[in-house]
């Protein structure tokens, strides 16, 4: 890992965040469509707890995987990026139930579709799984692994915060011992 080339480090963690952030914003939205959904059950209907629990942390894991795509120094921020917003869709409706509770910030109920594929309490699994907590916990496993791909890439580049004319000298005349 170390030896690929620093542009090759994490293109497909962050290629994964951008798909799952852009997923975990939209899938509120076009759900509906195929009876994949929370109340309310329409197609491209806003609420404040769609922005709050879905987009806004859909769009920091898809500012993440873009950040951890462009290089290595930016891979760092963008993986702490996408793990904070997946860490959000896994507790972001409990905590928004404890801060504002009765507010406009939940989730809503999960919709079950008659003649959905799987039966009711199936279909309430995987819409949790699929919206908030799944969803968070793949995110939040390729940040740490894209954080820690570039804390991994930096130390190497930097031989263990050796000063740099020691670097230079062993590249020169080969490592001492």
């Excluded at 480090?9 to 929370?38: D, E, K, Q, T």
């Excluded at 059950?41 to 922005?51: F, H, I, M």
């Excluded at 509770?101 to 699929?130: C, I, N």
């Amino acid at each position: 890992m170390i030896n690929q080339p620093p542009a090759g480090r994490g293109r497909a963690n962050g290629a994964l965040l951008v798909l799952l952030g852009a997923w975990g914003a939209l899938i509120p939205f076009i759900g509906p469509h195929f009876g994949f959904a929370y109340t309310p059950d329409k197609a491209w209907a806003y609420t404040s707890g769609r922005l709050v629990l879905s987009v806004l942390p859909g769009a920091a894991v898809f500012l993440g995987g873009l950040l951890v795509l462009s290089s290595d120094g930016a891979a760092v921020i963008g993986g702490f990026f996408a793990a904070v917003g997946g860490a959000w869709f896994v507790v972001g409706a409990e905590v928004m139930a404890v801060a504002a509770p009765g507010g406009p910030y939940g989730p809503g109920s999960p919709v079950v579709t008659p003649g959905a594929a799987f039966a009711p309490a199936t279909m309430r699994l995987l819409e949790h799984v699929g919206f908030h907590s799944g969803l968070g916990v793949a995110i939040v496993f390729l940040g740490a692994l894209a954080l820690g791909k570039a804390a991994i890439a930096r130390l190497a580049g930097g031989r263990h915060g050796a000063p740099a004319t020691t670097v230079t000298q062993e590249r020169q005349y080969g490592q001492t011992y």
